[in-house]
């Protein structure tokens, strides 16, 4: 049975009485196979798994899809139902927010050497609305475990500083990326894009792909490879590239022009204003 619960009041009583170890899986829903795998994780370490489904108003900037951001707990929780999941922890912004606006003047700030990258340079709040979302739902819940797609990666990252500064004593779990067989990411955003708009969108995985073997031939600098990829991108006039970076494991620092593995190259793209990212490591 698939509990639905609102309240923080009723989360905590239901997890005082389940069987730990307690597996958490953050969603804003919509959920796809990306979501159904960490979710498989989670089943597979957990006696008890909660799916959170919040849209997070504290993560979108004004001009982004807050309002719009497809929402469908009916749907999302027959999923639920299907993987068998526990619970269902669907509050409303106020229980999480009860002074929103409080809320937005003061975040949580990761520093600046994860957030001032790749997404966060055209996502200034970003991730300062994550760490504070993320933060509040460890506080409620007190998982054991918690799942993070490998697809946000840099999110993966700001997730793993927040666990490390508050002490909090939580295993994050990041799982792989789930890809149609065309290679395209499984995203929420995905259902903006027309049918054309996904077959180009599968475009951003083979620029990775590409920069990848060229990386691993030898033949090619990381900055070599980045532009190769580039050059094959530009040919789809759909596609705008907001970054393609090559980013080292240990911190996402930069990479020396003669890395070979131990890093990540990483691409956030619109395709006909749909915002995707994606990434790919080179080990
Ligand atoms: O990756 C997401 O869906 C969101 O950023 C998260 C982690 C649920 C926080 O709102």
Same mark, same amino acid.
């Given at each position: 049975? $698939?509990?639905?619960?609102?309240? /923080?009041?009723? /989360? ?12 958490? #899986? ?18 597979? =370490?957990?006696? $008890? $798994? ?36 526990? !619970? #269902?922890? @669907?509050?409303? #912004? ?7 606006? =409080?809320?937005?003047?003061?975040? !949580? ?7 001032? !990258? ?12 994550? @760490? ?13 475990? &918690? ?29 792989? &990326? ?6 395209? @990411? ?12 996904? %077959?180009? *969108? *599968? ?11 060229? $990386? ?22 759909? %596609? ?5 970076? @090559? ?21 956030? *793209? ?9 990434? !790919?490591?080179?080990?």
């Amino acid at each position: 049975m $698939t509990l639905l619960i609102k309240s /923080i009041k009723d /989360i905590k009583d239901v997890i005082a009485k389940s069987e730990r170890p307690l597996g958490l #899986v953050p969603t804003m829903g919509s959920l796809h196979e990306g979501h159904i795998s960490l979710i498989k994780a989670a089943k597979n =370490d957990c006696k $008890t $798994t909660i799916v959170y489904v919040f849209v997070n108003p504290l993560q979108f900037g004004p001009n982004e899809d807050f309002d719009q951001y497809p929402r469908d707990l009916e749907k999302d929780l027959e999923i639920c139902k299907q993987n068998n999941i526990d !619970i #269902v922890f @669907a509050p409303e #912004v106020s229980e999480i927010y009860p002074n929103l606006e =409080d809320s937005k003047k003061n975040p !949580i700030h990761p520093p600046k050497e994860l957030t001032d !990258i790749l997404c966060g340079k055209t996502r200034i709040d970003h991730f300062s609305g994550v @760490a504070t979302v993320i933060k509040k739902f460890f506080e409620i819940i007190e998982p054991d475990f &918690t799942y993070f797609g490998e697809k946000d990666l840099q999110q993966f990252y700001v997730i793993k500083w927040l666990v490390e500064k508050f002490n909090l004593p939580i295993k994050i779990k990041s799982c792989p &990326t789930i890809r149609e067989s065309t290679g395209l @990411a499984y995203s929420s955003r995905n259902r903006y894009l027309t049918p054309e708009g996904k %077959i180009v *969108a *599968a475009s951003l995985y083979k620029a990775l792909k590409l920069a990848k073997e060229n $990386t691993r031939s030898g033949i090619f600098s990381v900055n070599k490879s980045v532009l190769e990829s580039l050059i094959f991108l530009s040919h789809f006039q759909e %596609i705008k590239v907001e970054y393609f970076d @090559a980013r080292n494991k240990a911190n996402l620092e930069k990479v020396s022009e003669d890395a070979k593995h131990n890093f990540y190259y990483l691409i956030a *793209a619109k395709i006909n204003n749909v915002r995707l990212i994606d990434n !790919i490591e080179i080990t």
